[in-house]
């Protein structure tokens, strides 16, 4: 053999053995969830400071091609904005407004008013006993104006009142309620619309296929349009597992939209995991013991689950384009599988596999599947 046919035997055998990998590279940059779905919804992700400031090179990559949207995992519930009365902490927040803004996304500010993550001295006085209803108001009134008139015109929208409602269909009796009574949520909703007449509002929940809540919720939405109070989505937050009820989930959409308001899955995940009671929450103080046997896939999932995994989000998918009219975003709680809340809740320290994206950020086989 002469030396240029060998070295041309050479360079084919290894472009025969580069290929997979370049393959592989092609279809990644191609599999977009932002732009597969651009005519549709904003698809969005929400991060930690971590992920903003150390996340890297190949996270940062990832959370650019695949989401138009982002929202803040922490870092803009008031424990993190207002952690002691007056001091206010923007920091965390304006660097993750920059890197949504350099990565050209639409942010979602979450959340003014919940009972979890707030600071206790938001709630009582300087020798531990609770505020009268008039400071309440007052303090509400001055962390919801300061929180949105810092963010103005970089927000897009406002979770203005998070989880405030029980799977009966009350109204929790958080903190703000017991001393406020039930117009905190029309007052909340008020103060955050003369903060930024142009920001959007969102009521946002857990359970929301639980018909009691649906039913409401809808009586929340008439309740605050009735007062002449601005709200434009329902945010579902969509904490889901494989046994969720589709059929109910569907329906929620259906009757929110009917009040006029869009819709949102605002905080998308599937858990592969068992719930360890028969009543599924995402209220954050929820905490069971840990057993082996509620953490199955601790060395990896099955090709069995993973299918019934892909099955369940091809589906899920379905019910969103077939209302896509009506929804303006979805948005998965958070980027990867090792970053996923889930792995701590409702049991600390097990392996759960519930985002579109594994532990190293390769794409879960359904996210293939539903840009088809
Ligand atoms: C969770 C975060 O993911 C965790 O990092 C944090 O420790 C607790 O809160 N409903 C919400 C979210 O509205 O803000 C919660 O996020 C999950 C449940």
Redesign the pocket.
């Known amino acids: 053999m002469t030396n240029n046919s060998s070295n041309s035997l050479v360079k084919l055998m290894l472009m025969l053995l580069a290929f997979p990998f370049f393959a592989q590279k092609m279809e990644a940059q191609q599999l977009s969830l932002r732009d597969a779905f651009q005519d549709k919804f904003l698809i969005g992700t ?1 991060i ?1 400071m971590w992920q903003v400031r150390q996340g890297g090179e190949k996270m940062h990559n990832l959370i650019k091609s695949q989401y138009s949207a982002i929202v803040a ?2 870092c803009m ?1 008031a424990e993190a904005v207002q952690p002691i009365e007056n001091i206010f902490n923007f920091k965390d927040g304006d660097d993750l407004v920059e890197f949504a803004r350099k990565n050209n996304q639409v942010v979602t500010g ?2 003014l008013i ?1 009972h ?2 707030t600071p206790t001295w938001f709630f009582n006085n300087d020798k531990g006993v609770q505020v009268d209803r008039e400071t309440m108001i007052d303090r509400m009134r001055k962390h919801i104006y300061t929180v949105v008139g810092h963010f103005k015109g970089k927000v897009k929208g406002w979770d203005v009142v ?2 405030a409602i029980e799977g009966d269909g009350s109204l929790r009796r958080s903190n703000f309620y017991n001393i406020i009574g039930e117009d905190y949520i029309r007052l909340a909703f008020q103060f955050a619309h003369e903060a930024d007449p142009d920001a959007e509002l969102y009521y ?1 929940d ?1 359970s929301m296929d639980n018909p009691a809540k649906r039913e409401a919720v809808i009586k929340l939405i008439r309740d605050l349009k009735a007062h002449g109070l601005r709200i434009d989505a329902i945010g579902m ?1 969509s ?1 889901l597992g494989l046994d969720s009820n589709l059929k109910q989930y569907e329906q929620s959409i259906e009757a929110y939209a009917k009040e006029g308001v869009k819709v949102m899955a605002t ?1 998308l995940e599937v858990s592969v995991l068992p719930w360890p009671s028969d009543q599924q929450t ?1 209220e ?1 103080s929820t905490n069971f013991a840990y057993q082996e046997t509620l953490n199955p896939f601790k060395n990896g999932i099955t090709a069995e689950m993973q299918a019934k995994q892909d099955k369940f989000m091809v589906e899920l998918f379905k019910i969103y384009k077939k209302h896509s009219k009506d929804i303006t975003r979805i948005t998965f ?2 980027v990867s599988d090792g970053d996923s ?1 889930k792995n701590d809740f409702p049991v600390k320290g097990r392996t759960d596999y519930p985002l579109p994206f594994g532990r190293n950020l390769e794409a879960k086989p359904w996210v293939k599947k539903i840009i088809d």
Request: proline letters at 0%; charged letters at 20%; hydrophobic letters at 25%.
């Open positions: 929400a930690n995992e922490n519930k979450h959340c919940w979890s993550q998070n989880e946002n857990y937050q904490h905080e995402a954050i709680w958070g809340w």
